[in-house]
Antibody
C-alpha cells in the first residue's frame, strides 16, 4: 500500500520561501510521478506542477512558473515543493499526490494516492 | 485554457436517493476526466478516471459517463458517507496540464 507522508505545518513571512516534503513508502519511488495541488481555505483545488521521479523532469502550471520548484530525492523516496516570494494569497493546504501508473501505453494524469496535506500560513 | 464548470453548486439529496452531478468543459477534453470526493479536513479521494473507469476500491454505486464537453457523476443510492464535496478534473497527458472544477457539495436533504 502506497503511503505519502508530508512535513508539518509552516508559518512564513511575506516574501520568504517554504519547502514542503512528501515521503513515499510502499512502492517503487522511481516509478512514480508526483504532483502538487494546493487548496486555499474554503476554496477549490489548484494544480501547481509535477515531477517524473525517474527522470527528474518537471512541468509547472503557468500560474506558478518562476516561483515553484519541484524536486525528488530517490535516496530518501521524498518529493519536495518549494514556493518562493510568498504572499498572503499563498496561504493554503498543500498536497502531494501520486499519478496513476500507466497501464501499458495508457496514461492518466489522475491522482490515486495523496499526502495528508501541509498547511502553509503566510502572515506578517 | 480549458475552463471546467460544475453544477449544481450544492445538491441536497435524501439518503438512498440518486444523485447526479454535472461537469462541463469549455472545449472538448475527449475522455480525459476524473472525479474526486473530498471530506472536510481530508485529502481528495479518486473515484473515477478516463471519464468512466472506477478507481480501485470504489463502490459500484459510483459511476461516471460522458465525453467531449459534458460529463456526469452518478451516485445511485446515497449512503451517509457520501455526503461530501465532489470535484471534476480535466487532464492533458502531454504536455501535462490539470484543471479542477469548482466543486459540487452534496448535502443531506
Amino acid at each position: 500500500q502506497v503511503q505519502l507522508v508530508q512535513s508539518g505545518a509552516e508559518v512564513k513571512k511575506p516574501g520568504s520561501s517554504v519547502k514542503v516534503s512528501c515521503k513515499a513508502s510502499g512502492g517503487t519511488f522511481r516509478s512514480y510521478t508526483f504532483s502538487w495541488v494546493r487548496q486555499a481555505p474554503g476554496q477549490g483545488l489548484e494544480w501547481m506542477g509535477r515531477i517524473i521521479a525517474v527522470f527528474g523532469t518537471t512541468t509547472y502550471a503557468q500560474n506558478f512558473q518562476g516561483r515553484v520548484t519541484i524536486t525528488a530525492d530517490e535516496s530518501t523516496s521524498t518529493a519536495y515543493m518549494e514556493l518562493s516570494s510568498l504572499r498572503s494569497e499563498d496561504t493554503a493546504v498543500y498536497f502531494c499526490a501520486r499519478e496513476l501508473p500507466c497501464s501499458g501505453t495508457d496514461c492518466y494524469t489522475a491522482f490515486d494516492y495523496w499526502g495528508q496535506g501541509t498547511l502553509v500560513t503566510v502572515s506578517s | 485554457d480549458i475552463v471546467m464548470t460544475q453544477s449544481p453548486a450544492t445538491l441536497s439529496v435524501s439518503p438512498g436517493e440518486r444523485a447526479t452531478l454535472s461537469c462541463r468543459a469549455s472545449q472538448s477534453v475527449s475522455k480525459n476526466l476524473a472525479w474526486y470526493q473530498q471530506k472536510p479536513g481530508q485529502a481528495p479521494r479518486l473515484l473515477i478516471y478516463d471519464a468512466s473507469t472506477r478507481a480501485t476500491g470504489i463502490p459500484a454505486r459510483f459511476s461516471g459517463s460522458g465525453s467531449g464537453t459534458e460529463f456526469t457523476l452518478t451516485i445511485s443510492s446515497l449512503q451517509s458517507e457520501d455526503f461530501a464535496l465532489y470535484y471534476c478534473q480535466h487532464y492533458f497527458n502531454w504536455p501535462p496540464r490539470v484543471t479542477f472544477g469548482p466543486g459540487t457539495k452534496v448535502d443531506i436533504k
